[in-house]
Nanobody, 119 residues
Framework: QVQLVESGGGLVQPGGSLRLACAIS????????MGWYRQAPDEQRELVAQ???????NYTDSVKGRFTISRDGPKNTVYLQMNSLKPEDTAVYYC?????????????WGQGTQVTVSS
């Protein structure tokens, strides 16, 4: 069983910063990629940032230069540092991994953490 638990969300003023963390546990043989997605009300879930097993990263255009994804291998944790936050960053943020856990590669998700950017 694979578990992803996000933390670090909350209410922040425009221009502020937050750091999200995702603790990954369970019977995991290999992780191919880790990512953060977000979903705003009445919108589709979108990929915000991703880091591969090899360390390559990619970001959606709207967060480039403001957000940074990183990971702590030994702790099996992935982070999303969010700076210069804007009201349009408001969403539920989900951690996701593509991994092997006793079967073929599959996507695993956390429960989400709310980020609200408002004055």
């Amino acid at each position: 069983q694979v578990q992803l638990v996000e933390s670090g969300g909350g209410l922040v003023q425009p221009g502020g910063s937050l750091r999200l963390a995702c603790a990954i546990s369970g019977n995991i043989f290999s992780i191919f990629a880790m990512g953060w997605y977000r979903q705003a009300p009445d919108e589709q879930r979108e990929l915000v940032a991703q880091i591969t097993r090899g360390g390559s990263t990619n970001y959606t255009d709207s967060v480039k230069g403001r957000f940074t994804i990183s990971r702590d291998g030994p702790k099996n944790t992935v982070y999303l540092q969010m700076n210069s936050l804007k009201p349009e960053d408001t969403a539920v943020y989900y951690c996701q991994i593509r991994a092997i856990s006793g079967g073929p590669p599959a996507d695993y998700w956390g429960q989400g953490t709310q980020v609200t950017v408002s004055s």
